[in-house]
């Protein structure tokens, strides 16, 4: 075979190697990153339930629509440091309380996913502000935040409620993505001094470390070469790096007492992490895992609702 023709075979070959990794990064970025529906399922789905868990959940959600069908609701917008309106549901059942809890959904979702712990806040005496995360529900974006540009967001929401309301006392809580973007939002210095504390359930603790596990999980395939390509993408297209956003690098600057929650058996965003999270923080900070609970299914355990209302008390005057 002549040279030239190796050449040209050789040439090919790299060229449909080149094609393949593009086509493979190209893919996760739209599975994972562009805005859309997601294939996860963020809690425990219809089929592998009991019937008993079925009617319990039905019975929840017959609950949660009468009070918020009664609720004085309120649809906000803001726009967020990069141009995109962003909106968000105000639940005002309380207007003469300064206590206000924000509340981040998880990847997938809306602000609407929350409305069942949205309700134990309001019984509680809290208001509430349910955000929809860029790329998601309302809000404008082409992409999911994944936790790093929602950060700013979040801060942005928090400004909102102090500036309307300047005596407020304001909680973070994030389930999930919108926990990582908790964690993430924490570790600012801009963040308003309003809040009084933060709660995060299953969060990740970086978005390499949560993309490595998906990207294996969904295409079965070693991960750093993607890697490199999907977060090449997400920073032509989102204008972010993700080797910088790291809950856990962003914890080693809070100062914001957290409380650290996670399912035992969350095999989604994996059990561990929650250690790191945990350990990296450098305020006052509360653990608390609940056996036998998968990902975002500590609500399950019947101290729940407690143990978030008494670590949240403690930092209300």
């Known amino acids: 075979m002549k040279t030239k023709t190796k050449l040209m075979i050789a040439a090919g070959a790299a060229a449909g190697a080149a094609a393949s990794y593009y086509g493979v990064c190209e893919l996760a970025y739209n599975r994972f990153i562009r805005r859309g529906p997601k294939f996860f399922a963020m809690g425990p789905q219809e089929d592998a339930l009991t019937e008993e868990q079925r009617a319990e959940r039905r019975q929840r959600q017959e609950a949660v629509q009468s009070w918020f069908a009664a609720s004085q609701v309120q649809d906000l917008t803001l726009t967020s440091f990069d141009g995109l309106r962003l909106h968000a549901t105000q639940i005002l059942n309380h207007p003469d309380s300064d ?107 970086s978005i390499p470390a949560i993309a490595e ?81 998968r990902h975002c299914e500590a609500y399950r355990s019947p101290h729940y609702d407690e143990r978030l209302l008494r670590f949240i008390r403690r930092f209300l005057h």
């Open 99 to 205: 206590k206000w809890i924000v509340m981040a959904h998880g990847y997938g979702a809306d602000s609407l996913a929350l409305l069942p712990r949205a309700k134990t806040f309001d019984e509680a005496g809290f208001n509430v502000l349910l955000p929809d995360l860029r790329g998601h529900g309302l809000s404008e974006g082409d992409y999911v935040g994944m936790g790093w540009n929602d950060r700013r967001d979040l801060i942005a929401w928090t400004d909102r409620i102090a500036s309307e309301h300047p005596d407020s006392q304001i909680v973070l809580f994030g389930l999930s993505m919108g926990a990582s973007a908790v964690m993430m939002a924490c570790g600012e210095e801009d963040l308003n001094d309003r809040v009084v504390c933060a709660i995060e359930e299953c969060g990740y603790t």
């Open 213 to 293: 596990k998906q990207v294996r999980s969904a295409f079965g395939i070693a991960t750093q070469p993607v890697l490199i390509g999907l977060s090449t993408l997400i920073k032509m297209r989102c204008g972010y790096s993700v080797w910088e956003a790291s809950a856990v690098e962003q914890l080693r600057q809070c100062r914001v007492p957290m409380l650290f929650i996670h399912g035992e058996e969350d095999d989604f965003v994996p059990y561990d992490m929650v250690f790191e999270n945990y350990y990296a923080c450098t305020s006052e900070k509360e653990l608390y895992t609940v056996p036998a609970a």
